[in-house]
């Protein structure tokens, strides 16, 4: 008896990006796929999404530093196909990788490669950085220089480092193997080394962070609740908590 291949009941756009929402047994099978590579794949620190703490972990392990560095991946699950993510689900030992590569991907709504993971599968970033972290970039990630501190959050790569030296040529040298590996940097949205930079919608500066002024203009001209008012303050003091000079 033929299985009817459905792994998403529909998808809608938010902020100019489609959103795939899975169909029940699509929800079932991803969980399943994210509990294996879970058990059999050691993820490396680097990957903060993956990660207690999350984007503030990354932002305050690299306030230390004088000097930072952001790299931006456009697309990042759009851009990978699904026989990267059948070969990467087989490197770990994943039984029927290339079933789970099936049920993990759907037809990209831009151009190539034919099929890839979607945003909105629950599987889909574990699997991305599983990818990732094969590839010749992820081990350039995983072991950078020891004066430079790099963290990866989904899309996002931070750097830093007291060297601005040390900080430019790693920089240089992971922009190289990710366009080596076919992904896709933003190169509007990075940034090479500076005392100074956003992410995450926040300032990294040395000794410092804080939450975009221009994010908190923008929170506070809608209408909010009570509630919502009370933990975007206890986000922004969470972001700001340990600045040498806090005025927040």
């Known amino acids: 008896m033929t299985v009817q291949f459905q792994n998403y009941e529909y998808r809608y756009e938010s902020r100019g990006k489609p959103i795939f929402v ?19 794949w050691q993820v490396h620190p680097v990957y903060l999404h993956l990660m207690p703490g999350g984007h503030i972990a990354a932002l305050h392990g690299h306030r230390s530093h004088k000097y930072f560095a952001k790299i ?12 990267r993510v059948q070969r990467a689900l087989r490197t770990i030992g994943v039984i029927q990788a290339r079933h789970y590569a099936k049920w993990s991907c759907v037809k990209n709504p831009y151009a190539e490669p034919g099929y890839v993971l979607p945003y909105g599968f629950v599987q889909s970033p574990i699997l991305a950085t599983l990818v990732l972290s094969s590839s010749q970039a992820g081990r350039l990630l995983e072991g950078p220089p020891p004066r430079v501190l790099v963290s990866v959050y989904v899309d996002d790569i931070s750097m830093s480092s007291d060297s601005p030296e040390d900080l430019e040529l790693h920089f240089s ?5 990710l366009e080596q590996s076919h992904f896709i940097v933003n190169d509007e949205k990075s940034c090479r080394p500076a005392p100074s930079i956003t992410i995450f919608n926040c ?22 609740s009570p509630e ?13 908590d340990g600045n040498l000079f806090n005025t927040e």
């Open 173 to 177: 040298d992971v922009i190289a193997a």
């Open 228 to 240: 919502s008012r009370a933990a975007f303050q206890a986000y922004c003091a969470t972001v700001t």
């Open 203 to 224: 300032n990294l500066s040395h000794l410092r962070t804080s939450v975009l002024d221009e994010r908190t203009v923008q929170f506070d001209v809608s209408a909010r």
């Open 72 to 83: 931006d991946l456009s697309r990042l699950f759009y851009s990978l196909a699904k026989s």
């Open 22 to 40: 899975p169909s029940r047994r699509g929800y079932r099978i991803g969980y399943d796929v994210k509990a294996q590579v879970e058990y059999l």
